[in-house]
């Protein structure tokens, strides 16, 4: 089984996905973590997002980040001509991910743009993490060194959290840690049909 995992930017998707962890028989794939890695690895997506965006997309032969995101968050069409480009290679990664852990009790995909980029179609249960707006923004600010502006045109760029939720078997709110264990431990218990502990 396959359980998408997203929520907004700041949400705290990797903290959640993190307490998932600790279970046993469950395994995580982070799509962002791994779209880094074959940015840097794969020489088809390099060659592409060099003709796309320029020499500068790469410094020391790895990706050149914050070069890129300055352009994609502050152009929807360049941000769509990105996710074109990677996440291809990216949802075959997965598929053969998929394939070599049948075993688990159920595969955690974290993703922040799993329905942007319609991988919500690959999962069987799906999980929103939500935080209020504010709240998120001081997260990513404090996170990523970012400027208020910086972390609000990315999150222009992400669905709206009405979408998202309404479209969620699963609603996670994280504004701290021993509520957001105790809503992660209850739709654990669900999807693995454990009795709830009272």
Not at 55 to 72: C, D, G, H, K, T
């Given at each position: 089984m396959v359980v998408g995992l997203t929520g907004g930017i700041g949400s705290g998707k990797t903290t959640v996905a993190n307490f998932f962890r600790e279970f046993n028989n469950v395994i995580i794939y982070n799509a962002?973590?791994?779209?880094?890695?074959i940015m840097n690895s794969s020489l088809i997506i390099k060659s592409k997002?060099?003709?796309s965006f320029g020499?500068?997309?790469?410094?020391?032969?790895?990706?050149?980040?914050?070069?890129?995101?300055?352009?994609?968050f502050n152009d929807k069409n360049k941000l769509e001509l990105l996710n074109a480009i990677v996440h291809p290679e990216v949802k075959n990664h997965f598929q053969d991910f998929v394939d070599k852990n049948k075993t688990k009790d159920y595969i955690i995909y974290e993703n922040a743009i799993?329905?942007?980029s319609k991988s919500n179609l690959k999962?069987?249960?799906?999980?929103s993490v939500f935080a209020p707006l504010k709240v998120r923004i001081e997260r990513t600010m404090l996170r990523d060194g970012s400027s208020k502006k910086e972390v609000v045109n990315r999150i222009k760029s992400q669905?709206?959290?009405d979408k998202k939720l309404l479209q969620s078997n699963y609603i996670i709110t994280n504004l701290n840690r021993e509520t957001t264990k105790s809503q992660i431990e209850k739709i654990h218990n669900i999807l693995t049909n454990k009795t709830l502990r009272i």
């Open positions: 962002d973590l791994e779209a880094k890695k997002l060099i003709a020499e500068e997309s790469y410094l020391n032969n790895q990706l050149n980040r914050p070069f890129i995101a300055n352009i994609v799993l329905f942007e999962c069987d249960i799906i999980i669905w709206l959290e």
